[in-house]
């Protein structure tokens, strides 16, 4: 039988990792994706370099981390640019010695059809969301080797996963879980798992601006579970793949959504039980 040779010992789940969270700040009050993951990273054992294109952010989840005691700093760094994403690996390897874990974690949104979306809104969601991966992956990529490996996590959402209310999103979003397949398959022979995280309607800094209680309300309802997620919830799931508990895990895409996507909304919220409530 095997002995378990080989897991990581339980103590601090990321101790000895060096890891780069990209979005790192929050882009409202409150805890988003980014925030959440850098705060549990650095909470079990890694060092983390906090990159954002707002360096106030993420200097904001450097002081969260300090207060923790953990071992943490701020890189200001734009990841659709090849320069940044180059300069933003430096540091991390300069800063801490080494490079296991990258999170791509930036996103943004655009709203509008195919006719209405404005060519420039387009680029610019498709630069954001997955330009940066491919970016930041590149650079990232020959740093962990150098090591024997790492794990890269990339943010995707269930609007890549289903129509939402964005096409430029859905589309950016689906590019994302394509683009973790094809890195997994490309790199699990140099040890790098490549990971993709499709969160759910959490309620987060970035969607907060846009909800009332209603709403909040609605989307609450529409899972399974019936209640509302948050940041947490995505960044324990980052933390799963980012250490070497999901050491054979790769290329697969988590949904962290309450079970919204396991259900057929039709048949489950119009007529649920209802339809097998006569003999058949
Ligand atoms: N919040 C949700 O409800 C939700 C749901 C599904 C998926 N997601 C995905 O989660 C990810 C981010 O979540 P979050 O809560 O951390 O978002 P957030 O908007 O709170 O924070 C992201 C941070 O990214 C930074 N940023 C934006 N563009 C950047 C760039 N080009 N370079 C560097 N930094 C940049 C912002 O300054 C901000 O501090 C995104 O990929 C998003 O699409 C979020």
Redesign the pocket.
């Known amino acids: 039988m095997p002995e378990g040779k080989g897991r990581p010992e339980r103590k601090g789940r990321m101790e000895g990792k060096v890891a780069i969270v ?7 009050p409150g805890i ?4 959440a993951a850098a705060v549990l990273f650095a909470r079990e054992g890694a060092k983390v370099l906090l ?4 360096l106030a ?2 200097e904001e989840t450097l002081e969260l981390i300090r207060q923790e005691g953990g071992e943490a700093s701020a890189f200001e ?4 640019s090849a320069e940044d994403c180059r300069r933003m690996v430096e540091a991390a390897v300069e800063r801490y010695g080494r490079l296991d874990v990258l999170d791509n ?5 655009r709203r509008g059809t195919v006719v209405e979306v404005q060519e420039e809104d387009w680029d610019f969601v498709m630069a ?2 997955v330009k ?1 991966i491919v970016l930041s992956s590149k650079f990232a990529i020959p740093k962990m080797m150098e090591t024997g490996g790492g794990s890269i996590i990339n ?5 890549g996963l289903r129509a939402h209310s964005s096409t430029p ?1 859905t589309a950016s ?1 689906a590019a994302v879980i394509g683009l973790t397949m094809s890195m997994a398959a490309d790199h699990g022979p140099d040890g790098i798992r490549v990971n993709c995280i ?10 907060a601006p846009r909800m009332d209680d209603d709403l909040r309300e609605i989307r609450k309802s529409a899972a399974p579970l019936r209640t509302e997620g948050d ?1 947490w919830d ?1 960044g324990y799931a980052a933390l799963y793949l980012a250490s070497d508990e999901s050491r054979w895990v790769n290329g697969i895409t988590l949904p962290v959504d309450a079970g919204l996507t396991a259900i057929s909304p039709v048949t489950y919220q119009t007529l649920g039980q209802q339809q097998f409530a006569q003999p058949i």
């Open positions: 990209t979005g790192a700040g929050s882009s409202g988003g994706n980014g925030k990159a954002d294109q707002v952010r993420a760094a734009n990841v659709t974690n930036v996103g943004i949104s954001v969301n940066s943010i995707s959402s269930i609007a999103y979003k499709a969160p759910g309607l959490i309620y987060s800094p970035m969607v940041s995505v």
